[in-house]
């Protein structure tokens, strides 16, 4: 694709998300009615709200953050490096204000980028939107108001491998496996983030899955752009 960005300006992101509630009993009434026409249309009459309630996870309104990862390219002209930071628990005002923290510190320059797959549709939004309910100010990386479309400073895997064809859409786990990219989805999946979090109470599990993730955005981006993908020697986990 010959893509002109540097990958150390690059911020490589995923998000793993739950519904707020653990059960649906456990919601007030007027959340129960909200959440029934919310997903009207996508339950149509295969699923009654209650027993849609397990995908909560996937609307802003009714889900939460449960881990956001990170990675960044540290390299030099002899080395390639990949660091991988994840912030999680089960207090998301504070995943999002350590998430935020990082943006202001270490991502905030003009060239910095936020890249994700799928991100311009469900990770960069949903984090937006769980900043605001939290009251907490956005980063400008994450404050799109009054920018022009070439101004936003983010990238999306899926929409570069859409070339233009914008009814298309490729999982991640697709992709990684046609281009030769060691598959993150070996142990769970999104579906199965709820369960991991609320029954068997193993963050450790998601945060893996999480950063798997994100290791997959980045290898894609270097096979898009024809390099060699990075080798488990050249992945540092960082606090």
């Known amino acids: 694709m010959n893509l002109t960005y540097q990958l150390n300006d690059i911020l490589f992101l995923d998000i793993e998300t739950v519904p707020q509630e653990e059960h649906w009993s456990t919601l007030s009434e007027e959340t ?36 956001i990862s990170v990675g960044y390219f540290n390299n030099t002209d002899k080395t390639k490096q990949l660091r991988i930071r994840s912030f999680f628990g089960d207090d998301e005002h504070q995943i999002l204000t350590d998430f935020k923290q990082l943006l202001d510190k270490h991502f905030a320059k003009k060239s910095n980028i936020l890249c994700a797959h799928n991100g311009k549709e469900f990770d960069f939004p949903f984090i937006a939107r769980r900043m605001i309910v939290h009251k ?42 046609i281009l030769g990219i060691p598959s993150p989805k070996d142990d ?51 606090d």
Do not use: M
Request: hydrophobic share 40%; proline share 2%; glycine share 4%.
């Open 32 to 67: 129960k009615h909200l959440f029934e026409a919310k997903t009207k249309y996508q339950r149509k009459e295969e699923f009654t709200a209650e027993e849609f309630y397990d995908r909560a996870g996937i609307w802003a309104e009714f889900g939460k953050i449960v881990c």
């Open 136 to 177: 907490i100010e956005l980063p400008k990386k994450l404050n799109l108001f009054g920018k022009k479309p070439w101004e936003v400073p983010h990238l999306d895997t899926l929409e570069l491998w859409k070339f233009g064809d914008f009814k298309h859409y490729t999982s991640l786990k697709l992709l990684t496996s």
């Open 188 to 238: 769970i999946d999104g579906s199965e983030v709820a369960k991991v979090y609320y029954k068997d109470k193993d963050i450790q599990r998601i945060v893996t899955y999480c950063e798997k993730d994100t290791i997959a955005v980045a290898q894609i981006l270097l096979r898009f752009n024809n390099e060699a993908i990075i080798t488990k020697e050249e992945i540092v986990n960082i």
